[in-house]
C-alpha cells in the first residue's frame, strides 16, 4: 500500500490541525494505521495507532486526550485529529500501515507515507 501524509501546517498554540493519509494500492482496511513523529535531531516516535478493524487505538501519553486517530475505509484514508496544539507538537508527522493488528513500534510498519510537517507557535 502506498501512503501520502497531507494537512500540516503553522499554527499556533491551542488550535487544532486535521493530518491526512490517503492509500491506495492494496485494501486499507486490510492494514493497520499508525501516526509516528520525528522532531528535528529527535528520534521518531510513535504517536497513534488505529487497529485494522478500527475498534482498538493506542497512543502515546503525550497526546492522549488532545489527539484522535480514525480512518474512513470508504476512501482509503486515515486522520490524526490534533486538538490543542503545543509548541512540543512541533515535528513532521508520519502515517505509516501495517499488517499486524495494531502496531505501536516502526518496525512493525512496512509502508510508510513522507512527512508532513506541522508547526506550533507558542
Known amino acids: 500500500v502506498q501512503l501520502q501524509a497531507s494537512g500540516g501546517g503553522l499554527v499556533q498554540a491551542g488550535d487544532s490541525l486535521r493530518l491526512s493519509c490517503a492509500a491506495s494500492?492494496?485494501?486499507?482496511?486490510?492494514?493497520?494505521l499508525g501516526w509516528f513523529r520525528q522532531a528535528p535531531g529527535k528520534d521518531r516516535e510513535f504517536v497513534a495507532a488505529?487497529?485494522?478493524?478500527?475498534?482498538?487505538?493506542d497512543y502515546a501519553d503525550s497526546v492522549k486526550g488532545r489527539f484522535t486517530i480514525s480512518r474512513d475505509n470508504a476512501k482509503n484514508t486515515g486522520y490524526l485529529q490534533m486538538n490543542s496544539l503545543k509548541p512540543e507538537d512541533t515535528a513532521a508527522y508520519y502515517c505509516?500501515?501495517?499488517?499486524?493488528?495494531?502496531?505501536?513500534?516502526?518496525?512493525?510498519?512496512?509502508?510508510w507515507g513522507q512527512g508532513t510537517l506541522v508547526t506550533v507557535s507558542s
Open positions: 505509516a500501515a501495517s499488517t499486524r493488528w495494531i502496531a505501536t513500534k516502526p518496525h512493525e510498519y512496512a509502508s
Open positions: 494500492g492494496r485494501t486499507f482496511s486490510t492494514y493497520a
Open positions: 488505529l487497529s485494522r478493524g478500527g475498534g482498538n487505538t
